[in-house]
Every structure is written in C-alpha cells, then in structure tokens.
C-alpha cells in the first residue's frame, strides 16, 4: 500500500515536471510576447521585467529539483508555492482588477480565467497530496509538514498581494513607462466626410461640436453629436483691414470669439448672428488663446524682455488689463521651443484650462486663479526637452535637427485629461502597436495615470472629449468613439502651487 502511495508521489512530481517544462519552454520560445501580456496584466504591470525573467527561472529551478531524488520534496514545496501564487493572482483577476484581460495561451490555451482557477485548484491540492505521501514515508510528525505547508501557502498569497498593491502605486504615482491598456475601451460608432483636411475643433455647446477652419478662417461648422446634421455661417467682423495671418476661432456658449495673436485683435459674437464685434485690438501679441468668460482670457505669449513664452491674462472692457505669470512656463533650454505646447480649455468645468507640453513629460492645470496652478508628469520619462537649438546673429532661434515628441495633442473633460502619446512605453514592439498611437488617461486632480488605449491607425489632426465620447478629426473625415466604460469619481486630494 505504502509502494502504491509512493507511486502516486512520484507521478505527481512527474506531472509537474511535465507541466513547468512545457511552460517554462512556451514562455522562452516566445519570450517577447510573453513580457507583453505581463506587461498588459492589470495586476503586475509595473513589474514586468522582473516577474518576466523570475517565472521562468523559478520554474526551471523546480524542475531541477523535482528530478532529483533528494531534492524531490522540495520541488513539490516549491511547486506549492508556484501554483499558489497563480491562483491568486488568478482570484485578484476576477474579483479585483479593474478589467478581465484575455487568458494565456499554450497548453492551456482554451481555458477561459474561472477554468484556470479551477485547473490551478487542483493542482494545489496534488501537491499537497504528494507531499502528505513522502513525509509519511519519511515518518515526519504531521504537525511538522502541516505547517511548512500553511506556511509556504501564506507566504505566497502574501507576495502576490503585495506586488499587486506596489503595482498599483506604481502604475497610477510613479510610472516606469508601463502602459496599463483597457480592452475594448472605444468603439467607432459614427463618421462623416468632411470637404477638406484643414479642421480644427473650436468648441462644443450641449447640442453638438464646432469647427474652425485653417484654409477658410471665417467659416464656423456645427456638426450634431450624432454626425448627422452640419450647418456653416460666415463670420463678418465688424473691423477687418488687418493683415491676418493666423485667425482661429473659440466656441464657449452663448458667444464664439474670432482672434488673431499676429495683429493683435479679439472679435466676439452670439451663436446665432454672424456679426462679430471687436472687444479687444492692440492690448497684446498672442500665439494661442482659451476662453475663461466673456471678456476674460487665458493668453500663449512672449515676454517682451525676455521674448519667452509665458502664460498670461487679458481683461478686455472698460479697463483693460494684462498679467503675466512667468513662472508657469519652465525654461530648459531657450524658453521658446523647450516651452512648446497646447493650451485647451477643460469641456466640462468652465475656468480650468491645461496646458501640454510637447516635448518633455509634463502637464499643467491651470484655473481663473492664477498664478496657482497644478503640474503632473506623464508616464514617458522625458522630463527635458531633446532638442538641439542654435541662437542666430539676430537673435533667432532654429533647430539643428527635429526634437523628440513627447505629446502630441490632448483633451480635458472634467477631472481627466486624454493625451495622445508619441512615443512607445516599455514592452510595446512595433507589432503591437502596428503604427497605431496610444492615449493615456491621466485623473489630474488625483495625479493618477489611468490606463492607456490605442486608437486605429490613422492620423489625428485634433480631438475633443464630450459627454457623447471620443472625436477624432483625422484627414477628411470627422470621428465619434464611444466609451464603453465611464470613467467616474470625485475629485479628492487637489494641490495647488
């Protein structure tokens, strides 16, 4: 009976033999693809590269031993605490991880997540049993291999838990460029054409978006969310005899507003007249304007001492004024092109504005409060700009060779901001990505990176969030993204510089 016993221990042993071996080869087969999935795990992202490398070694280290006479008992104790660890990790995906993420492949590759727990259940209680079986041959006290047992169960759930939780700080406080993707976050679920590829977004309002036009400045578009219903009107500015050179234009309901920094003149009129008024002419030289209320704006200049960018204020009316806050912009280099970046007003809560900077790895929060603001990194770790900048005999600045683009556009809607990366995080090959550029979703007020999504392959000249989702402008076709899971949550723990 004891030969029998005996027998079953040892084609347990084998069994895991079998089974590390074939896992352990799979993985170094396709090593690459393997530190992806590790990578997109929604648990254990950040420590891709070392669970990645571990795993592996730990399995060929228990096949090792499990061959080895002597050192069999400690392959099954190892193998204990190897399924252990699976399976709750396992449990935490099911139970804990913000999404499911698609199974493993290899021999268990049909298996769906409540299978692989079962299966890894199982082999638990195999291991178990084995190791019952050689240390009653080996007439140790029950107590004894009951508690190494309980022992080397806890201390692997434990390890498992705790990486999950350093993991997540990781993931959301302090990234090492590890993307945390969420399937199947958007879905293309309308498109139109659009008569040329000079669109930019101007604007939303509750019954559709607005765009300006680069190539025809004077025209405003009203596109419905659905993509539907479109209808244009021609601005006529009450003053025109300028020389334009770069004219935009703003919506922010009831009033939408015609500027051009170059001249420098502010026009602003209702939504349903084509008439526009100017409201502001000479009172500062802009390059990108957001819109706090009617007569109150958030200003891109230039220092005039300095000829720096800088943030700055404009109160039109009566008594016209201008503030600037040199210190939210941070010079690296030469304060113009290290400066670089979007200003976007947030779609959601009027009187907050972000500004991205292009080439380095941060974002600013900025309200009507000024000069308060409120800075976060994006997960790249470009922190300076990777430029090389030469100062001409007049003073001019040129680039040598085209710098590293850091970020390339951005959207704000309530307390979270959609940022369209350009570059690859750690564990993305180009197979992957297959020319397609992720988003990645940062909560500001939190200072938390969310998760990341790619979107399909195709240029994106401007996006905007709303509360009917994703538009994209790419080329001459207008795009609306659905977002299959609200991102929800109150804003907690603002700080404010």
């Known amino acids: 009976m004891k030969n029998i016993a005996y027998i079953i ?12 071996c074939y896992a352990g080869i799979s993985k170094v087969l396709d090593f690459e693809n393997f530190q992806v999935q590790i990578a997109q795990s929604p648990l254990l992202s ?44 396992i449990y935490l995906i099911l139970n804990y991880s913000d999404f499911v993420p698609c199974s493993c492949g290899g021999i268990l590759e049909k298996m769906g997540w409540t299978e692989h727990l079962i299966f890894n259940t199982a082999c638990i209680f195999l291991s178990l049993i ?12 029950k107590i004894k291999y009951f508690i190494s047992s309980a022992i080397i169960i806890v201390i692997s759930c434990l390890m498992v838990i705790i990486l999950f939780f350093q993991s997540e700080h990781i993931i959301k406080k302090e990234n090492n460029f590890t993307r945390k993707f ?27 978006i607005y765009l300006g036009s680069r190539s025809t400045p004077l025209i405003l578009t009203k596109i419905d969310y659905g993509l539907r219903r479109t209808e244009s009107f021609k601005i006529i500015p009450d003053q025109s005899n300028y020389s334009f050179k770069s004219l935009q234009i703003k919506v922010k309901h009831p009033y939408y507003y015609l500027y051009d920094g170059t001249v420098p003149v502010i026009y602003r009129g209702t939504l349903n007249d084509s008439s526009a008024k100017t409201i502001s002419k000479g009172d500062a030289f802009f390059s990108q304007l957001a819109v706090i209320d009617s007569s109150n704006f958030i200003l891109r200049t230039q220092d005039s001492r300095t000829h720096e960018y800088t943030i700055a204020r404009l109160r039109t009316g009566q008594k016209t004024n201008i503030s600037l806050f040199p210190t939210i912009l941070e010079k690296q280099i030469d304060g113009i092109f290290d400066c670089d970046g979007k200003l976007i007003e947030n779609q959601q809560h009027p009187g907050e504005f972000l500004y991205t900077y292009f080439y380095r ?71 992957l990505r297959k020319g397609r550029k992720a988003v990645d979703i940062y909560r500001i007020d939190r200072n938390e990176y969310i998760g990341s999504f790619y979107l399909p392959k195709q240029k994106v000249e401007d996006i905007i969030v709303t509360p009917e989702g994703l538009y994209i402008i790419s080329g001459k076709q207008l795009l609306r993204y659905e977002f299959r899971k609200p991102l929800k949550g109150e804003a907690e723990n603002l700080t404010t510089e």
């Not at 221990?9 to 590390?20: K, P, S």
């Not at 084995?130 to 007439?139: A, D, N, P, Y």
Request: glycine share 6%; proline share 5%; hydrophobic share 45%.
């Open 9 to 20: 221990a040892l084609l347990i042993a084998y069994f895991f033999v079998l089974l590390f």
């Open 46 to 89: 950040a420590f891709a590269g070392f669970i990645s490398y571990s795993v592996i070694l730990t399995e060929i280290i228990i096949v090792s031993f499990l061959l080895i006479p002597k050192l069999r008992l400690v392959g099954l104790y190892a193998s204990l605490g190897m399924m252990t660890t699976f399976t709750i990790y």
């Open 130 to 141: 084995s190791v019952i079986i050689i240390e009653k041959h080996r007439q140790t006290k």
């Open 182 to 208: 969420l399937p199947n976050f958007i879905i293309e679920n309308e498109k139109t054409d659009l008569d040329h590829g000079d669109y930019y977004f101007a604007g939303k309002d509750n019954k559709g």
């Open 361 to 431: 790895n941060q974002l600013i929060m900025i309200n009507d409060s000024l000069p308060r603001v409120k800075r976060q990194s994006t997960i790249d770790p470009i922190s300076k700009a990777q430029m090389d900048i030469t100062q001409l005999s007049n003073g001019t600045h040129i680039m040598n060779a085209p710098p590293t683009r850091v970020n390339i556009n951005s959207a704000f809607y309530g307390n979270y901001v959609y940022n369209l990366s350009g570059l690859p995080g750690k564990f993305e090959p180009a197979r």
